[in-house]
């Protein structure tokens, strides 16, 4: 009885949330156009005790937007533990739910559903609000684990997570056997699941169009299984260009498993490797979806290591081949967002003298900054200093001026580090006081250091990402905007 009550109760709280939605779309003509083109898929807590679920378990929702986009919803406060509402023009999408024990479950949806989302023994589970439905429609990866393997994970799930922990340890563990006999249970546990859902599609516990997509999405992940070998740890990414472009799956070509296997593929090949690999498809006939997925993430992931000038370039040419407009606009707004932050960082030197990074552009102006961001903890950083200082010194006489930049806590340390690795140069050695607060420093992400910084003699930054200093590419990066 309670029960009822609860749905009906969440049915009308739907309502009022739909209608709002609603009405906020209604307010100019052409938002009243859109929303009456767009669909709605509504998800609703059941209660506070689920809501406090989520932000305990730090959950992350993630779903592939009307333009190809991967969207993240996070659930870490109150103020994200809300109801939620996803515009889709899609008759379905898959809305991936992930959390700080490594569960993952990926739930099936349809354009129109309003779900309820409950907490059920320690586990997420939705409900149709509207229509009935077997549990099996919206929870069946979280089923297929308790059924078929008792527990959490699946057993793919298992051998991914043992590949990972090994992959992690800089000496051999000699885990060969235990990662074939987990990749063998695992594709087993892929038979076994195939054969579950099928057996699910011939009772009506599920319709075609979930079998199909559950299918497709276990047989690709099967041959993404493959790309794992388990006498090396090192990710076979040819072959897994060959199954994502090979296999026929056109249920996934719109899910958020194509598009992570998609950047998978891209973040374990080489620079060289990844611009081959476009290259050879823009050689042939239009780009296909998948195609366009794999150029997407390469540019995502060569972008932010070109200098601005370049980058431009490079989206002004690739621009016509993406999926849609909306990725153009994320590749530039992510190439752009450094440029629209004042440098806010405040400083001190040698001797504890204060001064902001503002100041430093406006005394060196003239010259190009080569800005070496370090910390005393990042060992690469301290491996780099010879390399920088012979950077310096070479090419002082046309113009460059190296700043070392720590973004360490310690006044003291910083000092006696750069004092014992002869980096203590007046006026280009400091030390940022203001980690923390810096909005700019923020925008950096000062934990991936080593970092290079280039500005350009009137103090704008020109590249967010400059090649290391023992590198031949900053030779020819300033060899080619110097005019001596």
């Not at 370039?313 to 909306?326: I, M, Q, W």
């Not at 004092?419 to 991936?448: C, G, R, T």
């Not at 704008?460 to 090649?467: E, G, W």
Request: glycine share 2%; net charge negative; proline share 3%.
């Amino acid at each position: 009885m309670r029960k009822t009550k609860i749905k009906v109760h969440i049915f009308f709280q739907l309502l009022v949330l739909i209608a709002f939605w609603s009405c906020n779309s209604a307010e100019k003509g052409e938002e009243r156009e859109a929303a009456t083109e767009t669909s709605q898929i509504v998800l609703v807590f059941e209660d506070s005790v689920t809501q406090q679920f989520f932000r305990q378990r730090k959950v992350i929702f993630k779903y592939m937007d009307n333009n190809m986009l991967p969207m993240e919803i996070s659930f870490n406060s109150e103020e994200s533990s809300k109801d939620l509402i996803i515009n889709t023009k899609r008759g379905s999408l898959d809305l991936v739910y992930r959390d700080n024990s490594q569960v993952e479950f990926t739930y099936y949806l349809q354009n129109g559903d309003s779900i309820l989302i409950q907490e059920k023994d320690k586990k997420p589970w939705f409900e149709s609000v509207k229509k009935e439905s077997s549990s099996y429609t919206y929870n069946l990866e979280l089923l297929r684990n308790t059924e078929l393997y008792g527990k959490s994970h699946s057993k793919a799930q298992d051998f991914y997570f043992l590949w990972n922990e090994t992959k992690a340890f800089p000496f051999e563990l000699g885990m060969n056997e235990d990662l074939k006999r987990n990749k063998d249970e695992a594709i087993q546990g892929f038979q076994k699941e195939l054969s579950w859902i099928d057996s699910l599609a011939n009772t009506g516990s599920i319709s075609e169009e979930v079998k199909a997509f559950y299918t497709s999405k276990n047989r690709m992940a099967q041959k993404k299984l493959e790309a794992y070998p388990t006498d090396r740890m090192v990710f076979d990414s040819q072959l897994a260009v060959n199954s994502f472009l090979k296999e026929i799956e056109p249920q996934l070509d719109t899910t958020v498993f194509l598009d992570e296997f998609s950047e998978l593929i891209i973040a374990n090949q080489t620079q060289i490797q990844s611009k081959d690999l476009i290259d050879s498809l823009l050689a042939g006939t239009e780009l296909n979806h998948r195609e366009k997925s794999l150029l997407f993430h390469y540019l995502q992931k060569e972008i932010p290591f070109l200098s601005f000038k370049v980058a431009d370039e490079v989206l002004v040419g690739y621009s016509d081949k993406l999926a849609n407009p909306a990725q153009l606009v994320l590749l530039n707004s992510s190439n752009k967002a450094l440029q629209g932050i004042e440098p806010d960082i405040e400083l001190m030197g040698l001797q504890k003298s204060s001064i902001t990074f503002e100041e430093i552009l406006r005394q060196k102006k003239g010259k190009f900054l080569y800005v070496d961001l370090w910390a005393a903890w990042c060992l690469p950083c301290i491996k780099a200093f010879p390399a920088s200082l012979a950077l310096n010194e070479e090419y002082k006489s046309r113009g460059v001026e190296v700043i070392f930049l720590s973004v360490d806590d310690n006044y003291k340390f910083w000092e006696e580090v750069a004092i014992k690795y002869d980096i203590a140069i007046p006026e280009q050695s400091f030390v940022a006081m203001n980690k923390d607060e810096s909005e700019y420093l923020k925008a950096l992400d000062v934990a991936l250091i080593p970092r290079y910084l280039i500005f350009d003699p009137e103090g704008q930054l020109i590249h967010p990402n400059a090649p290391r200093p023992d590198s031949e590419e900053i030779k020819q990066f300033f060899n080619a905007i110097i005019k001596d």
